[in-house]
């Protein structure tokens, strides 16, 4: 059987050229044409040796996904569903703002952990992703858009692991997959423009701290334990006040001096005063005050099982005004690819500073995406 490139991170691909007796250097010029040029035949890597290129081509293949479907919203989000195998199928979202592109990537087909209000949660776990199924979804994506919007620099300029599943239960094959997102090598992002989410596996965020120290950000959800083992049954493991130690502990670590929380609106459930207030309360009894952290509220995606509703806007920004009043710094995340389905777990947020609720939610759709990029994805629709 042959090995698919796409598993390897930089270290791990030297490796791999060395047992084919090729010096480092060799796995430095493979890497950039997998990951900065795209390249999927060895053929088409004109400045490998052709006796290299010999050999790879009897051990080694470069196999990305294949895709089911894509989906492009009218604000310019795509959504792309990636068959991995066995029936099973993960989505990865692109979302394009003014400033930046971000990729929104799964870590698992289905998730273990069960939150009530998430759709993935009640579809159950089927598999962890390999590190060349994640790295995959980001190759795809940005030499897709590289291509249709006939550019040649990086189009994605931030990846949030916010998609299908809990990549800190996917660990041995997530740290990789972040390494070739880091490399100057592969994808060159910084580590402040990586984003881990995670609904709390206290143990892993600790290791993540000294293995590959990204932005964290947490789902949060619920100012107390109560409410939070019901909400995301994984709180009944590592409990908040274990949750918020390991906040602050990765802190030291951090490429950013904030830990993001997230915390899903939902309807007459975690969205009332004292719920902020208590979270205040929370957030202040951590020796660093407020500024440790800021927050991101999530309006509810509803789906049918969940029994769940959304939070009125008003609710949304009262909470906010709560928050921020404190010294929280508070963003409304923007629904965005509503139309498609693909509003659950973005990072795109509206600004709640510190002195006075700026929230914009009803921001003009169309100043939202790029020009540009809407322009092309409706050439690539037509
Ligand atoms: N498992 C990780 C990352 C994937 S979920 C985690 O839980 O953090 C990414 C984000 O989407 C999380 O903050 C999650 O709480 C949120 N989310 C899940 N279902 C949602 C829904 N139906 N509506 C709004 N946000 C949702
Ligand atoms: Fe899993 Fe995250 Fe969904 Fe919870 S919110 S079920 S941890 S994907």
């Not at 390249?39 to 004109?46: E, T």
């Not at 991101?296 to 005004?321: D, H, M, W, Y």
């Not at 700026?358 to 169309?366: E, L, Q, S, T």
Request: hydrophobic share 40%; proline share 4%; aromatic share 6%.
């Amino acid at each position: 059987m042959t090995v698919n490139l796409l598993e390897h991170d930089l270290e791990s691909l030297a490796v791999f050229c060395q047992q084919l007796g090729e010096k480092r250097f060799r796995a430095v010029q493979l890497f950039r044409w997998i990951h900065q040029k795209g390249a999927q035949q060895f053929d088409d890597m004109s400045d490998l040796a052709k006796s290299l290129r010999g050999k790879l081509t009897g051990v080694a293949h470069i196999s990305p996904l294949d895709v089911i479907s894509q989906h492009i919203s009218a604000d310019g989000t795509i959504k792309w569903l990636f068959d991995v195998g066995g029936g099973n199928a993960v989505e990865t979202v692109f979302i394009p703002e003014d400033d930046r592109g971000t990729l929104c990537v799964s870590s698992q087909a289905g998730c273990a952990v069960g939150c009530r209000f998430c759709s993935t949660g009640h579809q159950g776990f089927s598999r962890n992703l390999t590190t060349g199924e994640i790295v995959a979804q980001l190759w795809y994506a940005e030499h897709f858009l590289r291509k249709h919007l006939k550019q040649e620099e990086r189009v994605i300029s931030n990846v949030v692991m916010m998609g299908m599943g809990e990549p800190l239960q996917n660990y041995t094959a997530l740290v990789p997959a972040l390494r070739v997102m880091l490399d100057d090598h592969g994808y060159g992002l910084s580590r402040r423009r990586v984003t881990v989410s995670t609904s709390g596996v206290v143990p892993m965020i600790d290791r993540l701290a000294l293995d590959c120290p990204v932005a964290l950000a947490v789902s949060l959800h619920a100012p107390n334990d109560v409410l939070r083992d019901k909400l995301v049954p994984l709180n009944m493991k590592y409990p908040l006040h274990e949750l918020l130690d390991a906040c602050t502990r990765y802190l030291v670590h951090a490429p950013r001096d904030f830990i993001t929380f997230e915390y899903c609106m939902l309807d007459g459930v975690n969205d009332r005063d004292e719920h902020a207030q208590e979270l205040v309360q929370l957030v202040r009894s951590r020796s660093q005050g407020a500024a440790w952290c800021k927050f991101n509220l999530i309006p509810f995606n509803p789906f049918p099982a969940s029994g769940l509703k959304r939070s009125t806007q008003e609710r949304v920004l009262k909470f906010a005004k709560i928050l921020s009043d404190s010294g929280i710094t508070t963003t409304v995340r923007k629904t965005r690819g509503d139309d498609i389905d693909a509003a659950c777990g973005q990072l795109a947020g509206d600004v709640v500073d510190r002195t006075q609720v700026m929230v914009r939610m009803a921001r003009r759709r169309d100043s939202v995406a790029t020009p540009a990029v809407n322009q092309s994805i409706a050439k690539v629709e037509q």
